[in-house]
């Protein structure tokens, strides 16, 4: 079985940048060909796509936000990483990750991070 | 991208049977066959619930059901029960190699 656990601060400043990682258990990363996602959702509001990775490196990202994200793979560490630069309180959400290009099959429970000074 | 239209709220009681729609654009929901509904309880992590229009995932109840016509997705449970309350989300692949997600629709179960 698939497990996803998302890790990394819960507390940003603003202007900094949020870094993420996703940790994927019970299965490799870089078997089958699977795409890797990122989805934040702010409290009490809708989800919405940041962007994926597939093994080879290759991103596709939300234009809302493509300039400020980058997401990465480490098939070593069967984990991928999400950065986002210049945050401000409206980047507060909860991040998920999930496995999947067009619909997702399997997601991590979810981290809280709080853009705050 | 702009996200996919969903009604903000559905209601109806135990045993009966509810639609939710999703409308998108020809970029999106009229241009491919990869929409998909979520399901999400408080506190929790969205589930699957159909995906590739009308495909469901093993382990998901055949009281739900997906299908599509031109720019517009539904998503129908059948024999409402009161655990099926909760926000549902549709999501569409886009002509951007994108995805865009709608605003989700809330289900009470009177």
């Known amino acids: 079985q698939v497990q996803l656990q998302e890790s990394g601060p819960g507390l940003v400043k603003p202007s900094q940048t949020l870094s993420l990682t996703c940790t994927v258990s019970?299965?490799?990363?870089?078997?089958?060909?699977?795409?890797w996602t990122w989805i934040r959702q702010p409290a009490g509001k809708g989800l919405e796509w940041i962007g994926r990775i597939y093994t080879s490196g290759s991103t596709n990202y939300n234009p809302s936000l493509k300039s400020r994200v980058t997401i990465s793979v480490d098939t070593s560490k069967n984990q991928f990483s999400l950065k986002l630069s210049s945050v401000t309180a409206a980047d507060t959400a909860v991040y998920y990750c999930a496995r999947g290009v067009a619909h997702f099959d399997y997601w991590g429970q979810g981290t809280l991070v709080t853009v705050s000074s | 991208q702009s996200a996919l239209t969903q009604p903000a709220s559905v209601s109806g009681s135990p045993g009966q049977s509810i639609t939710i729609s999703c409308t998108g654009t020809?970029?999106?929901?009229?241009?491919?066959?990869?929409v998909s509904w979520y399901q999400q309880h408080p506190g929790k992590a969205p589930k699957l619930m159909i995906y590739d229009v009308s495909n469901r995932p093993s382990g998901v109840s055949n009281r739900f059901s997906g299908s599509k016509s031109g720019n517009t997705a539904s998503l129908t449970i059948s024999g409402l029960q009161a655990e099926d309350e909760a926000d549902y989300y549709c999501s569409s692949y886009t002509s951007s190699s994108t995805l865009v997600f709608g605003g989700g629709t809330k289900l009470t179960v009177l």
């Open positions: 020809s970029s999106d929901i009229g241009g491919y066959n990869y």
């Open positions: 019970g299965g490799s990363i870089s078997g089958g060909s699977y795409f």
